[in-house]
Nanobody, 120 residues
């Protein structure tokens, strides 16, 4: 049974930091690209960051570059999102996603999400 379980969300003041974790099980984590998405109220879900299967390649949305860092530990089947210098506009539900294409077929899995609220 595939599971992606996010944790680490919460309420933080502007300028603060949070570290999100996403623990994976039920699939071969180390061969999947992992991503963090977010969805704010009334807005579409957007890609925040992604990381290749062995962690060498990363990609960030312009809005979070220099503030957020994505990383992964394949031994622990976990992907992280370190979020620094948080802004109110970072408020959203954050989701992790596992993604792989094989033989022209896309395999993707989503977590349930964790709420991040940035407010004073």
């Amino acid at each position: 049974q595939v599971q992606l379980v996010e944790s680490g969300g919460g309420l933080v003041q502007p300028g603060g930091s949070l570290r999100l974790s996403c623990a994976a099980s039920g699939f071969t984590f180390s061969i999947y690209t992992m991503s963090w998405y977010r969805q704010a109220p009334g807005k579409d879900r957007e890609l925040v960051a992604d990381i290749g299967s062995i962690g060498r390649s990363t990609n960030y949305a312009d809005s979070v570059k220099g503030r957020f860092t994505i990383s992964r530990d394949n031994a622990k089947n976990t992907v992280y999102l370190q979020m620094n210098s948080l802004k109110p506009e970072d408020t959203a539900v954050y989701y992790c996603k596992a993604d792989r294409v094989r033989g022209g077929i896309r395999y993707d899995y989503w977590g349930q999400g964790t709420q991040v609220t940035v407010s004073s």
